[in-house]
Structures are given as structure tokens and as C-alpha cells.
């Protein structure tokens, strides 16, 4: 279902671009972040769900969700993880309700979405 509020956190601009337009496209409000940023735009935004790319220099994706997890603003907001890599080789500690393998088809990703927001 759009309206709902989206997210994305990608350390490819591009990536984090064509998801946050295609998002846009269906009616999502679409936010872009990246790295330590990405805890204060959640926490501020309080997103409907946070579609967060696992591999990311600096701040990755199992660090980050770790600390949104801690943060009592956004511990319940759900987090859908996104990476290229199979979800057997997930990151210990890795916080997420959902996975997403990339690259994916924009039809999943709605399916993806709603799907975890109709569960929180």
C-alpha cells in the first residue's frame, strides 16, 4: 500500500536514487540516507520501514541496524535488508524483518514493503 514512508539507505547514490524514484513513482514518501546520518533522519522521520543495504563501507548494514534497534525511536520501525550476497551469508548480528536479495524487481520490493508494514 503507497502513502506509507520509505527509507532507503544505500552507499550507492545511484541505487539509492532509483529505488527512492521508483518508490516516489507509486505513491511511497521516499527518503534517502547513508551511513551514521541515516539514525537521526529515522529517528526524526520515523519511517513506516527502513530498506537498508547490508554492504556499506564504514557504517554497515549489521552495525546500523544494531544501533536503530538500540535507539528507543526507532526499535520497532521493520528493516529490510538488501544485498547482492545470499541471505545464508548474512552478517552476524544483522537486525532485520525481511530480506531482499539484489538485484530485485520492483514488484517484490512493493510486496516486500507492504508486507512487513502490514505486520508492525
Known amino acids: 500500500m ?3 514512508t ?20 507509486e505513491g511511497y514518501r521516499a527518503i534517502g540516507g547513508l551511513g551514521a546520518a541515516t539514525l ?3 529517528a526524526e522521520e520515523q519511517p513506516d520501514v527502513i530498506l537498508l543495504d ?3 563501507p ?9 544501533l536503530l534497534r538500540a535507539h528507543p525511536r526507532t526499535a520497532d520501525i521493520p528493516i529490510v535488508a538488501m544485498s547482492a550476497m545470499p541471505r545464508k551469508n548474512a552478517p552476524p548480528g544483522l537486525c532485520y524483518d525481511a530480506w ?7 514488484l517484490n520490493l512493493f ?3 507492504d508486507a512487513v508494514t502490514d505486520r508492525a
Open 100 to 106: 531482499l536479495g539484489k538485484p530485485f524487481d520492483l
Open 6 to 25: 520509505v527509507l532507503v539507505v544505500d552507499d550507492d547514490e545511484e541505487i539509492c536514487a532509483a529505488i527512492t524514484d521508483a518508490l516516489a513513482d
Open 54 to 56: 547490508v554492504l556499506m
Open 58 to 66: 564504514i557504517l554497515d548494514g549489521a552495525d546500523l541496524s544494531r
Open 2 to 4: 503507497a502513502n506509507r
Open 111 to 113: 510486496i516486500v514493503i
Open 40 to 42: 537521526r533522519v529515522a
